[in-house]
């Protein structure tokens, strides 16, 4: 059931992917969130390990962005612990640009690399670029988000991305007592991209646990936009889901009402929503969710500006995908955890899932301080 509905979604989201056209430069350049700006996370230097002797073989990874903390810390942490294996890395980031991602790749397979891992800006847009991998018999990993149409992915390691709209869901509906309270509670969602296969699963995670309180009337929402392909932020951009929000503020809000719910699959977005509420509203402050626990976000979550995030520990990630990688050369078993959930159109990709868990003001030290992921100072 859970996987007619997303399967149906997605191709509603491919639909519109198709609309915006896939290959154009997005917009999101100039829409960097402020996290990008902050210092490098401790987990980095933690994580620093000399490199090893080389073994002869070569990983090309290609990023999406330094745009979004995120991925400089999967590239980082990528980097380093392939380094530390004895790998020679080839580091690619693509500014969100998909046309500069598949020459990077191209430029990897032609490199000579071995290994392809792949955190792909357009999860539909790469299908060309991995059948040249395919030909060259190089084995791709998808790395975070999933390469769709194409049977040149062997594997994909990322975190439960259907498991991260849930525990978004659960968390509201904890924080509202909503088995419990009457309501009705007004939310409003923004999704993620339409081209990242990953932000439907979020959507959804968090639409299947609020759905029964929102036919309940528990939950209303008073913009009446609830369909993905409305509420999705083209490249998760922050300016995007900040205008889009102000623009329901003053349509829906201005006479007083109150948001009691933002719903908000990840942090730039998050941080878009929240600068909309600092400049355009005046009720009470809304539950507001988030995911990837980026700087900017965890101090807003101190400042009470945020109430929970999603913390998916890069290195956790990281770890992982040197794991298969080293599986795939040398030819062993390769670790996954899921066989069913991560169709791509063509084929059922063999997953290794991570577990994501939620972060809120009270766990927040103990889960990204005392681990050593962030220091007490890149808080402050
Ligand atoms: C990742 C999220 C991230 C988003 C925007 C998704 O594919 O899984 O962690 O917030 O992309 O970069």
């Known amino acids: 059931m ?25 917009a999101e350049e100039a829409a960097a969130p402020a996290a990008t700006e902050e210092a ?25 962005t330094k745009d979004l903390q995120r991925w400089n810390q999967d590239g980082e942490n990528m980097k380093k612990s392939l380094e530390a294996e004895g790998y020679e890395v080839d580091l690619q980031y693509a500014s969100n640009d998909v046309a500069t991602q598949v020459s990077q790749i191209e430029n990897m397979i032609n490199g000579g690399c071995n290994v ?3 955190a792909s800006i357009d999860g539909s847009s790469l299908g060309d670029v991995m059948a040249k991998a395919k030909e060259a018999g190089i084995p791709v990993v ?15 390691a990322t975190f439960d991305n259907y498991m991260v709209g849930t525990k978004q869901g659960q968390y509201i509906v904890d924080a509202l007592d909503l088995e419990n309270a009457e309501g009705p509670f007004n939310m409003e969602i923004t999704a993620g991209a339409p081209d990242d296969n990953n932000a439907l699963y979020f959507y959804q995670g968090a639409i299947d646990v609020l759905q029964k309180y929102i036919d309940a009337g528990k939950i209303v929402i008073p913009s009446g936009q609830v369909d993905f392909a409305t509420v999705a932020t083209q490249s998760w951009a922050t300016e995007n889901a900040q205008s889009r929000m102000e623009n329901i503020l003053s349509s829906n809000y201005a006479d007083g009402t109150n948001l009691d719910i933002a719903l908000c699959s990840n942090d730039s977005t998050a941080l878009g929503v929240e600068n909309a509420l600092a400049a355009n509203y005046t009720g009470e402050y809304p539950i507001v969710t988030g995911q990837d626990c980026d700087i900017a976000n965890v101090k807003n979550m101190i400042d009470g500006k945020q109430s929970m995030s999603i913390f998916k520990d890069t290195r956790t990630l990281a770890a992982q995908v040197v794991k298969m990688v080293g599986q795939i050369l040398s030819g062993e078993a390769v670790d996954v955890n899921d066989t069913e959930t991560y169709d791509n159109g063509v084929t059922v990709v063999p997953s290794y899932l991570c577990e994501p868990v939620f972060a809120d003001i009270n766990n927040y030290k103990e889960l990204l301080i005392d681990s050593g992921y962030y220091t007490e100072d890149q808080l402050k």
């Open 142 to 156: 998808a790395y975070d988000r999933l390469i769709m149409n194409t049977d040149a992915v062997s594997y994909y």
């Open 116 to 118: 392809l891992v792949v």
């Open 2 to 26: 859970k996987k007619k509905v997303i399967s149906a979604l997605l191709s509603v989201a491919m639909v519109a992917t198709l609309l915006v056209g896939c290959g154009s430069k997005p």
């Open 40 to 64: 490098a996370p401790a987990a980095e230097a933690e994580a620093e390990a000399p490199a090893a002797e080389s073994n002869g073989t070569k990983v090309g990874v290609a990023m999406p």
